[in-house]
T-cell receptor, first 112, second 112 residues
């Protein structure tokens, strides 16, 4: 069964450094999402992406964040200058048309 | 602010009994309703979705939706220890990006 994959599974970085989180959505999916979950808190929407552009973003998704679909398979989330409060689990999700979203396994980001 | 509320638990149920999980939402424009299961440190895993008022059954799981009361529930029959997890309620508008708004989750423990 096709799955959303994410790399790396864990990332440790220093405050102020740039990180790129990578996702490979399910191949015939059209809508792509990033969510994050701070430890012990709810899953929060960051951004949605369709037809090579952002379709919606949350207040969390400020100028420090960007997304890109550099080729036909990858979907990336870049954090330009990480802060301590960016430490969280980051989930990529994808879906087709009106169907449900399927989540990847997540990248655990720790900012020191 | 669009909110999804769940009792955070923990909810403790004996093995073989029915577990009942509840969720309320604030946005009357919400059209799609999802239950995800999340094991500790893992990503959300879709259990069921429901779009219409009433009940929807899938194996041991039944989702119930009452749009007038803005209420969604999940029943798990014949609960098994492997059902022990955090259950996330999520809602989406049918229009636009269909981002998911998650509740805090209910932690369910099935006691053998």
């Amino acid at each position: 069964e096709p799955e959303v994959t994410q790399t790396p599974s864990h990332q440790v970085t220093q405050m102020g450094q740039e990180v790129i989180l990578r996702c490979v959505p399910i191949s015939n999916h059209l809508y792509f999402y990033w969510y994050r979950q701070i430890l012990g808190q709810k899953v929060e929407f960051l951004v949605s992406f369709y037809n090579n552009e952002i379709s919606e973003k949350s207040e969390i998704f400020d100028d420090q964040f960007s997304v890109e679909r550099p080729d036909g398979s990858n979907f990336t989330l870049k954090i330009r200058s990480t802060k301590l409060e960016d430490s969280a689990m980051y989930f990529c999700a994808s879906r087709r048309f009106q169907e449900t979203q399927y989540f990847g396994p997540g990248t655990r980001l720790l900012v020191l | 602010q669009k909110e999804v509320e769940q009792n955070s638990g923990p909810l403790s149920v004996p093995e073989g009994a029915i577990a009942s999980l509840n969720c309320t939402y604030s946005d009357r424009g919400s059209q799609s309703f999802f239950w995800y299961r999340q094991y500790s440190g893992k990503s959300p895993e879709l259990i069921m979705f429901i779009y219409s008022n009433g009940d929807k059954e899938d194996g041991r799981f039944t989702a119930q939706l009452n749009k007038a009361s803005q209420y969604v529930s999940l029943l798990i029959r014949d609960s098994q220890p492997s059902d022990s997890a955090t259950y996330l309620c999520a809602v989406a508008l049918i229009q636009g990006a269909q981002k998911l708004v998650f509740g805090q989750g209910t932690r369910l423990t099935i006691n053998p």
